[in-house]
Nanobody, 117 residues
Framework: VQLVESGGGLIQAGGSLRLSCAAS????????MGWYRQAPGKQRELVAV????????NYADSVKGRFTISRDNAKSTMYLQMDSLKPEDTALYYC???????????WGRGTQVTVSS
């Protein structure tokens, strides 16, 4: 499975961005996908996850009510709609996929989100 993120950029506080994660390869083996982020000097943290059927989602407390995770299985793409962005949302955002075919998750290379105050 290969994961490629896109949609990051520089935006003012209060604005919105939509990140995309396009999956290719053995996507049939994916059971869940998620977004993680890592700010400079901090550990990587979970932002949101979604099951393969899209029926179950979970969010970090810091983004609840502002971010929405979704996926389009027909396009093998996951999205993260980010609204009401804050400077503390600035980070490198990574796409993650859990597969039934192996123990360790797949990771994308990340897309940078920078929120200016």
């Amino acid at each position: 499975v290969q994961l490629v993120e896109s949609g990051g950029g520089l935006i003012q506080a209060g604005g919105s961005l939509r990140l995309s994660c396009a999956a290719s390869g053995s996507t049939f083996s994916i059971v869940a996908m998620g977004w993680y982020r890592q700010a400079p000097g901090k550990q990587r943290e979970l932002v949101a996850v979604i099951t393969s059927g899209g029926g179950s989602t979970n969010y970090a407390d810091s983004v609840k009510g502002r971010f929405t995770i979704s996926r389009d299985n027909a396009k093998s793409t996951m999205y993260l709609q980010m609204d009401s962005l804050k400077p503390e949302d600035t980070a490198l955002y990574y796409c993650n996929a859990l597969s039934s075919a192996r123990r360790t998750p797949y990771w994308g290379r990340g897309t940078q989100v920078t929120v200016s105050s």
